[in-house]
Nanobody, 128 residues
Framework: QVQLVESGGGLVQAGGSLRLSCAAS????????VAWFRQAPGKEREFVAA????????YTDGSVKGRFTISRDNAVNTVYLEMNSLKPEDTAVYYC?????????????????????WGQGTQVTVSS
């Protein structure tokens, strides 16, 4: 079992920045790949970014590439999502999720149904 807790969300003006954190407790965190998803009102949950268990591989959706950066610090069991140049369309509840992935690369990183553990989410609101 892994417990995930997101933090760092809030209200920010367009063009601003936020850093989300996903703190994990439980089993050995370094065994888990972690992904960020987001869900806006009335929309489906969508992939944002993912990172391998060592941090050596990252995936980022095209809609946030160049603006968002995912990273992790296994020493403190935390994954981060640095969000810059925020836009109103980035407004959503952001969730982190985790699953065991032993490989450095995996192909189904976008599929939310393949992740076993989820946090409760943190709201990000970007005003225009």
């Amino acid at each position: 079992q892994v417990q995930l807790v997101e933090s760092g969300g809030g209200l920010v003006q367009a063009g601003g920045s936020l850093r989300l954190s996903c703190a994990a407790s439980g089993r050995t965190f370094s065994n888990y790949a972690v992904a960020w998803f987001r869900q806006a009102p009335g929309k489906e949950r969508e992939f944002v970014a993912a990172i391998s268990r060592t941090g050596g591989t990252t995936y980022t959706d095209g809609s946030v590439k160049g603006r968002f950066t995912i990273s992790r610090d296994n020493a403190v069991n935390t994954v981060y999502l640095e969000m810059n140049s925020l836009k109103p369309e980035d407004t959503a509840v952001y969730y982190c999720s985790a699953k065991i992935v032993s490989r450095a690369y995996w192909s189904d990183y976008r599929n939310s149904r393949t992740y076993d553990y989820w946090g409760q989410g943190t709201q990000v609101t970007v005003s225009s």
